[in-house]
């Protein structure tokens, strides 16, 4: 069984387009998180949920929005797509935020091309 | 503020031979930290990690590293180097305040038959 589970794992998309990445995990954690990786490799993070709460929000566009609907899951909305927002996307997931002290477990990753 | 120095970006390195990845931390407190790889096309899959005790951490695939706090450093090593450990590793430290990674910019590895 995928412990960490994105759809789709590829997508491409117009600039101005609006598109959907989906994240669930089976491990039953209550933390959720989105980093971008750039094309140099650079992961960085976007955002966090615990327990379908945002706990952090990294200057990311506000075309950029995430969805909790339950702790299993943490989609992410992006509106207006750029150029730029090219790039792969992973979830990941955690038992809690436990400042740092848990292990996260990865997605596959969605790669995302913007033309 | 908090970040991770890979200074490598690419290192190449004979099948059998042994292998140290470098990191260096900036973190105001004891740190929290973790290595990952990447194969190509694939997710991250943690190696092994830091939380206290012991400086020497044993990992999965044969890797272990060593935290050094004088030096703020976390080096990778591995005795002997398969083929397919050939991928991109990434050192991260654990952000107390809201528990998210943060990452170095990671180093490709290469291993030559």
């Known amino acids: 069984d995928t412990a960490v589970s994105q759809t789709p794992k590829y997508l491409v998309t117009q600039m101005g387009n609006d598109k959907s990445i989906k994240c669930e995990q089976n491990?039953?954690?209550?933390?959720m998180y989105w980093y971008k990786q750039d094309s140099k490799k650079f992961l960085k993070i976007m955002f966090s949920?615990?327990?379908?709460?945002?706990?952090i929000n990294e200057t990311v566009p506000n075309r950029f929005s995430p969805k909790s609907p339950d702790k299993a899951h943490l989609n992410l909305h992006i509106n207006s797509l750029e150029l730029g927002d090219s790039a792969v996307y992973f979830c990941?997931?955690?038992?809690?935020?436990?400042?740092?002290?848990?292990?996260?477990?990865f997605g596959p990753g969605t790669r995302l091309l913007v033309l | 503020a908090q970040s991770v120095t890979q200074p490598d970006i690419h290192i190449t390195v004979s099948e059998g031979a042994s292998l140290e990845l470098r990191c260096n931390y900036s973190y105001g407190a004891t740190p929290y930290l973790f290595w990952y790889v990447q194969s190509p096309g694939q997710g991250l899959q943690l190696l092994l990690k830091?939380?206290?005790?012991?400086?020497l951490v044993q990992g999965i695939k044969g890797f272990e590293a060593e935290f050094k706090r004088s030096q703020s450093s976390f080096n990778l090593r591995k005795p002997s180097v398969h083929w397919s450990d050939a991928a991109e590793y990434f050192c991260?430290?654990?952000?107390?305040?809201?528990?998210?990674?943060?990452f170095g910019k990671g180093t490709k590895l290469s291993v030559k038959p």
């Open positions: 991260a430290v654990g952000r107390r305040s809201q528990g998210n990674l943060i």
């Open positions: 491990l039953g954690h209550d933390t």
């Open positions: 830091y939380f206290s005790g012991d400086t």
């Open positions: 990941a997931s955690s038992r809690s935020t436990s400042g740092g002290l848990e292990t996260q477990y």
């Open positions: 949920y615990n327990n379908k709460e945002l706990i």
